[in-house]
């Protein structure tokens, strides 16, 4: 039986009306403010929702007269805000499980700072729970926000907590590590082990004796395969925990953006793969492969492999390491300490980073790469014009950049004309713009950093993350500090007020342009007719609290596929 285009338009439409039936919506909201965040940034009345999808979008008289029957369920909001669930475009979801839900946690984002001595108590009140044969592993710390300044952990002093358990602690920033020196015993490194490749330095003092600093991933892994590994069942539930945790602050979608960098591509992917296949997660997953992860370049995971729920989309790269961490490349060098010369250094060459991102891009893949020196912004935007050369339509691959933090006005109009979308850790302007702008790089770099007001000025997107667990998720906390730019140390400043956008765009970044930059945004960001249902409830409307205010909002609810999500 053969169909005419005419015939097939009915049929297509009668199933729509079948599925889509008026007078049956699931749900229906009500009650308060409605952002919607399409277009036009439209706030309505009344939403519907039904078999998981939104159906109406409008006034509370229309969408009820049209949509509400015996059975809906009506959500009056009693004066909340409903808008869209937060897309988190920057995670490291079994990095964060790792070290937070299983390690010894000692990040501190509120002040004071802690020392190396209130470290060190910390960490000895936690060998109670090394079990024997154990190692003490944590993370958090960072010298950049140590009291004082830059007061840094060696093998000497982790010997102060313990000569006998072996200790492996890694910097907030995640690109350095400390270790004692029965961890040093017990990995083999000695001051004949040569530095591993991709950026990695196993730090020697003056006299050519390791220190038990660790610069860059690479360094980590003798320690790692000496240390015992979570079983099956510590890791599904500590990933679960960290995602439930990231529901709680209305995320609805997230990227992890390292997957295989702890335990291998293969196995992160079936983990993931296992906690979708048991509805375990409360939220959708987006995943970026790390590209030093897969053998020989060589992968069975297919571009765009995956459903709704759980996509793998990208290869992500490490180009440099941390700017607070001094180990950003920067094409000048830092201005800490004094008279320094040291500007950081590549990750990886030229050619071996572009061949290498070919491969990839040839086979679809979406390409991300963690840049936040301007020497490494050049390098990627490099390799991305010799990718996208001769595509009429190069924003169609948004390629990504992570953090762009130190940039110049070039790299962002190069960008733009590439339809690269960056990333901004935006709590570099919170958590680290006083030591950006006093030490470490100086005010007239530090008030660039996440320029957000030149992308939107030359039309560009721009997206804000967390880079958990390099800082805490939370996407009303990434708005205020985006629009007001202040940062945390007393006295507060606002750093680059020129880079500052409005709440709208703020808004937009941790929604729907976050969406488009995760391939996403046909099903999630925006509240539109056709939609899935993926929702916050939050006490206030952002639009109309004071921005330094909006980090304080409360999350009350958080909806996926238009069903509430359990988040105990």
């Given at each position: 039986?053969?169909?005419?285009?005419?015939l097939?338009s009915?049929?297509?439409?009668?199933q729509?009306a079948?599925v889509?039936?008026k007078?049956?919506a699931?749900?229906?909201f009500?009650?308060?403010?409605?952002?919607t965040?399409n277009?036009?940034n439209?706030?309505?009345?009344?939403?519907?929702?039904?078999n998981?999808?939104i159906v109406?979008v409008?006034?509370k008289?229309a969408?009820?007269?049209e949509w509400?029957?015996?059975?809906?369920?009506?959500?009056?909001?009693?004066g909340?805000?409903l808008m869209?669930g937060?897309?988190?475009?920057?995670v490291h979801?079994?990095?964060?499980s790792?070290f937070?839900?299983i390690?010894?946690?000692l990040?501190?984002?509120?002040?004071?700072?802690d020392?190396?001595?209130t470290?060190?108590?910390?960490?000895?009140?936690?060998?109670?729970?090394?079990?024997?044969?154990?190692?003490?592993?944590?993370?958090?710390?960072d010298p950049?926000?140590?009291?004082?300044?830059?007061?840094e952990?060696?093998?000497?002093?982790?010997?102060?907590?313990s000569?006998d358990?072996?200790?492996?602690i890694?910097?907030q920033?995640?690109?350095?590590g400390?270790?004692?020196?029965?961890?040093?015993?017990?990995?083999?490194?000695?001051e004949?082990t040569p530095?591993?490749?991709?950026?990695g330095?196993?730090?020697k003092?003056?006299?050519?004796?390791?220190?038990?600093?660790?610069i860059?991933p690479?360094?980590y892994?003798p320690?790692m395969?000496?240390?015992?590994n979570?079983t099956?069942?510590q890791?599904f539930g500590?990933i679960?925990g960290?995602?439930?945790?990231m529901?709680?602050?209305?995320?609805?979608?997230?990227?992890d953006?390292?997957?295989?960098g702890?335990?291998?591509v293969?196995?992160?992917?079936?983990i993931?793969?296992?906690i979708?296949a048991k509805?375990?997660?409360p939220?959708?997953l987006?995943?970026?492969?790390?590209?030093?992860s897969?053998?020989?370049?060589?992968t069975?995971i297919?571009?765009?492999?995956?459903d709704d729920?759980?996509?793998?989309?990208?290869?992500k790269?490490?180009g440099?390491?941390?700017?607070?961490g001094?180990?950003?490349a920067?094409?000048?060098p830092y201005?800490?300490?004094k008279?320094?010369?040291w500007s950081?250094?590549?990750?990886?060459k030229d050619?071996?980073?572009y061949?290498?991102?070919?491969?990839y891009?040839d086979?679809g893949?979406q390409?991300?790469?963690?840049?936040?020196g301007?020497?490494t912004i050049?390098q990627?935007?490099?390799?991305?014009s010799?990718?996208?050369?001769?595509n009429?339509?190069p924003?169609?691959r948004?390629?990504r950049?992570e953090h762009?933090?130190?940039?110049?006005e070039g790299?962002?109009?190069?960008?733009?004309?590439l339809?690269?979308?960056p990333s901004?850790?935006?709590g570099h302007v919170?958590?680290?713009g006083?030591?950006?702008?006093?030490?470490i790089?100086?005010?007239?770099?530090?008030k660039r950093?996440d320029?957000?007001?030149d992308f939107?000025?030359?039309g560009?997107?721009?997206t804000?993350h967390?880079?958990?667990?390099v800082s805490?998720v939370?996407?009303l906390n990434?708005?205020s500090?985006?629009?007001?730019?202040?940062?945390?140390?007393?006295?507060?400043?606002?750093?680059?007020p020129?880079?500052a956008?409005?709440v709208d765009?703020a808004?937009?970044?941790?929604?729907?342009?976050?969406?488009?930059?995760?391939?996403a945004d046909n099903?999630v960001?925006s509240l539109e007719v056709?939609k899935?249902?993926?929702?916050?409830?939050?006490?206030?409307n952002p639009?109309k609290?004071p921005p330094?205010?909006?980090?304080?909002i409360?999350?009350?609810g958080?909806w996926i596929?238009?069903?509430?999500?359990a988040?105990k």
């Amino acid at each position: 039986m053969s169909f005419t285009p005419k015939l097939l338009s009915a049929l297509l439409m009668a199933q729509c009306a079948l599925v889509f039936a008026k007078g049956n919506a699931d749900t229906i909201f009500y009650g308060g403010p409605i952002l919607t965040v399409n277009a036009k940034n439209e706030e309505v009345q009344a939403l519907a929702v039904q078999n998981g999808k939104i159906v109406a979008v409008g006034s509370k008289d229309a969408v009820t007269k049209e949509w509400q029957a015996d059975n809906t369920r009506v959500v009056d909001l009693k004066g909340q805000t409903l808008m869209p669930g937060f897309v988190e475009p920057h995670v490291h979801i079994i990095v964060t499980s790792v070290f937070e839900g299983i390690g010894l946690n000692l990040s501190n984002f509120t002040l004071p700072y802690d020392t190396k001595e209130t470290l060190i108590q910390k960490m000895k009140a936690a060998l109670k729970d090394v079990p024997a044969g154990g190692w003490l592993f944590g993370f958090g710390v960072d010298p950049s926000r140590t009291s004082p300044f830059m007061a840094e952990l060696n093998a000497d002093d982790l010997d102060k907590v313990s000569k006998d358990v072996p200790i492996f602690i890694v910097n907030q920033s995640g690109h350095i590590g400390y270790v004692n020196h029965k961890a040093l015993e017990l990995a083999g490194v000695t001051e004949k082990t040569p530095n591993p490749p991709g950026g990695g330095i196993y730090v020697k003092d003056a006299q050519g004796k390791l220190t038990g600093k660790l610069i860059e991933p690479p360094t980590y892994l003798p320690f790692m395969a000496k240390m015992p590994n979570p079983t099956e069942a510590q890791l599904f539930g500590a990933i679960v925990g960290t995602m439930k945790k990231m529901a709680s602050t209305g995320v609805t979608t997230a990227s992890d953006m390292s997957v295989g960098g702890n335990f291998g591509v293969d196995k992160e992917v079936a983990i993931y793969k296992a906690i979708f296949a048991k509805n375990a997660s409360p939220i959708r997953l987006r995943g970026y492969l790390f590209s030093e992860s897969i053998p020989n370049g060589k992968t069975s995971i297919k571009p765009n492999e995956g459903d709704d729920q759980l996509r793998f989309i990208g290869i992500k790269y490490i180009g440099d390491g941390s700017t607070q961490g001094l180990t950003a490349a920067l094409t000048k060098p830092y201005t800490y300490p004094k008279n320094s010369k040291w500007s950081g250094a590549l990750d990886f060459k030229d050619d071996e980073i572009y061949t290498s991102m070919k491969s990839y891009f040839d086979q679809g893949w979406q390409i991300s790469t963690h840049a936040n020196g301007d020497k490494t912004i050049d390098q990627a935007l490099n390799s991305y014009s010799k990718l996208l050369a001769g595509n009429p339509n190069p924003q169609d691959r948004r390629l990504r950049l992570e953090h762009f933090t130190v940039n110049n006005e070039g790299q962002v109009k190069k960008a733009v004309k590439l339809g690269v979308i960056p990333s901004f850790t935006i709590g570099h302007v919170n958590y680290w713009g006083a030591a950006f702008n006093n030490e470490i790089l100086g005010a007239e770099r530090a008030k660039r950093i996440d320029p957000a007001g030149d992308f939107k000025r030359l039309g560009g997107k721009f997206t804000l993350h967390s880079d958990t667990p390099v800082s805490n998720v939370g996407p009303l906390n990434y708005i205020s500090e985006e629009v007001t730019r202040l940062w945390q140390l007393p006295p507060q400043k606002v750093l680059g007020p020129d880079q500052a956008v409005t709440v709208d765009d703020a808004i937009r970044a941790v929604t729907i342009d976050a969406a488009y930059q995760v391939f996403a945004d046909n099903i999630v960001g925006s509240l539109e007719v056709g939609k899935q249902a993926d929702l916050v409830v939050l006490e206030k409307n952002p639009r109309k609290t004071p921005p330094s205010e909006i980090r304080n909002i409360k999350v009350n609810g958080t909806w996926i596929d238009g069903k509430p999500v359990a988040l105990k």
